[in-house]
């Protein structure tokens, strides 16, 4: 009999909103008057699924393997790092069960785009859409999400191997 051998991660990150930036949440563009600031494009959605996967890998986080002291990640696309995570955790044998993640912000709504978003996600991991699930809440006001001046989200990731 064949043991696999499952595990699970989790991720956060938070971004400041700015002006001067586009939003990109999920590798979509949402029309919207700040972005979020940050090395890379920020897409706060996608860097916590990083850190999920990383995590349940036992590879460390997105700030390893991204620095933001490197001018390789300035303004890089999050769905191209994302590839380069699911790369790495199929090249140590893993297969990615699911991911399921919540983006915490007040505004915009994001339930038009979440579809492509998972497409989007989905894609750069070699996965199927069903395995991607995307949720979004408001902070109901409070705290830094609530007044407005910073998006953040949460992320898990169950990884098999065997």
Do not use: W
Not at 96 to 103: Q, W
Not at 115 to 123: D, K, W
């Amino acid at each position: 009999m064949v043991v696999s051998e499952y595990r699970s991660g989790i991720g956060y990150d938070v971004h400041p909103l700015t002006t001067g930036r586009k939003l990109i949440l999920g590798g979509v563009c949402l029309p919207y008057e700040k972005g979020l600031k940050g090395h890379s494009d920020a897409d706060v959605l996608v860097h916590a699924i990083m850190d999920a996967i990383l995590g349940a890998a036992g590879e460390g986080d997105i700030g390893e393997h991204f620095p933001d002291t490197s001018s390789e990640y300035k303004d890089a696309s999050s769905i191209r790092l994302l590839k380069y995570v699911g790369q790495l955790v199929a090249q140590k044998g893993f297969t990615i069960v699911n991911v399921d993640a919540v983006l915490l912000a007040e505004e915009p709504k994001i339930k038009p785009y979440k579809n492509e978003m998972g497409v989007n996600i989905a894609g750069a991991l070699g996965i199927d859409l069903g395995r991607v699930n995307i949720k979004a809440t408001t902070n109901e006001g409070l705290g830094f999400v609530g007044a407005k001046e910073g998006m953040a989200a949460y992320a898990t990731a169950s990884l098999c191997k065997g």
